[in-house]
C-alpha cells in the first residue's frame, strides 16, 4: 500500500505563482511514476504533468507547457510542480498520483495507469 500526502496550494492571483510537492511512502519503489491530475467542479479529472522519477522523462498537458514545470526527487520519493502564469482556468483541486510501475523510459498520463491517488490540495486563481 503506497500513501500520498499532497503540500501546498492555495489562493493566488492572476499571473501569480505556486508550488505544490506530494510524497509518497508505504513501500519500496522502483521504475516509478509520479503526477498531478486536476479537476473543476462537475468535470472530470484531467491530466496535468507526469514524470518517470527512475528516467526523469516528463511529459505535459498542452493546457500547462510551458507554464508549469514537474521535478522528483527519486530518493525521497517526492514529486513537485511548480506553477506559473497562473490562469483563472487552473482553478481546481489538484490530485496528486502514482504509478508503481512504468518502466524505464514511459511517462503515463491516462486516469487507469496510476494506482494511487492522493486526497488533493485546492488551487484558486482569482483576483
Known amino acids: 500500500q503506497v500513501h500520498l500526502v499532497e503540500f501546498g496550494g492555495g489562493l493566488v492571483q492572476p499571473g501569480g505563482s505556486l508550488s505544490l510537492s506530494c510524497a509518497a511512502s508505504g513501500r519500496t519503489l522502483t521504475q516509478y511514476s509520479m503526477g498531478w491530475f486536476r479537476q473543476a467542479p462537475g468535470e472530470e479529472r484531467v491530466f496535468v504533468a507526469a514524470i518517470n522519477l527512475y528516467a526523469g522523462n516528463t511529459y505535459y498537458a498542452d493546457s500547462v507547457k510551458g507554464r508549469f514545470t514537474i521535478s522528483g526527487d527519486n530518493a525521497k520519493n517526492t514529486v513537485y510542480l511548480q506553477m506559473d502564469s497562473l490562469k483563472p482556468e487552473d482553478t481546481a483541486v489538484y490530485l496528486c498520483?502514482?504509478?508503481?510501475?512504468?518502466?524505464?523510459?514511459?511517462?503515463?498520463?491516462?486516469?487507469?495507469?496510476?494506482?494511487?491517488w492522493g486526497q488533493g490540495t485546492q488551487v484558486t486563481v482569482s483576483s
Open positions: 498520483v502514482l504509478d508503481t510501475y512504468s518502466g524505464n523510459m514511459y511517462v503515463p498520463r491516462k486516469v487507469r495507469e496510476f494506482d494511487y
